[in-house]
T-cell receptor
């Protein structure tokens, strides 16, 4: 079945460092790809999405490009802030229901 | 406007008891999803409702779990004879159409003692 694999955390960075969180997927058909973020004590929020190959999703300085040839959707940010500390989930959806299939989540801790 | 709401926010129950969890989706959203977030299993899909169509129950882990959606709006997830492995955060999400973004509620944290 469809699945998502993302790098395990925690990832600890200093403020203004470059961030990459790797995500690869296995899916039949052409899924949509997502990054969700869960800030401490808050609910899941959509961070960005891409619906077809070569699309780039971006939001709040974060970017991810839908790479069909490598089945990847890596999350990047050029300069992280303490406020970016959260758990990040890569996910895909597809089929008639568009149910989300999530990766295991990556905890990001940014230190001042 | 109001987002997805869930109640209760926390529920502690004894093993073997039944529990009901409630989800109020965003008004007008026809698609509604339940997910479960647990330490051992991560985030997993449970059940999906779309309008008046038959629900997709493929993610329910056992026949102790059931859900209904009344009038195309509020949904209730029921867990019968709770077990300790049912302890998790239960998340509800809704979207205006299945293809659109899913908006998540704050979740119900269930602890089975």
């Amino acid at each position: 079945g469809d699945s998502v694999t993302q790098m395990e955390g925690p990832v600890t960075l200093s403020e203004e460092a470059f961030l990459t969180i790797n995500c690869t997927y296995t899916a039949t058909g052409y899924p949509s790809l997502f990054w969700y973020v869960q800030y401490p004590g808050e609910g899941l929020q959509l961070l960005l999405k891409a619906t077809k190959a070569d699309d780039k999703g971006s939001n709040k300085g974060f970017e991810a490009t839908y790479r069909k040839e490598t089945t990847s959707f890596h999350l990047e940010k050029g300069s992280v802030q303490v406020s970016d500390s959260a758990v990040y989930f890569c996910a895909l959806s597809g089929g008639a229901t568009n149910k989300l299939i999530f990766g295991t989540g990556t905890l990001l801790a940014v230190q001042p | 406007g109001a987002g997805v709401s869930q109640s209760p926010s926390n529920k502690v129950t004894e093993k073997g008891k039944d529990v009901e969890l409630r989800c109020d989706p965003i008004s007008g959203h026809t698609a509604l999803y339940w997910y479960r977030q647990s330490l051992g299993q991560g985030l997993e899909f449970l059940i999906y409702f779309q309008g008046n169509s038959a629900p997709d129950k493929s993610g329910l882990p056992s026949d102790r779990f059931s859900a209904e959606r009344t009038g195309g709006s509020v949904s209730t997830l029921t867990i019968q004879r709770t077990q300790q492995e049912d302890s998790a955060v239960y998340l509800c999400a809704s979207s205006s159409q299945p293809i659109n973004e899913q908006y998540f509620g704050p979740g119900t944290r269930l602890t089975v003692t």
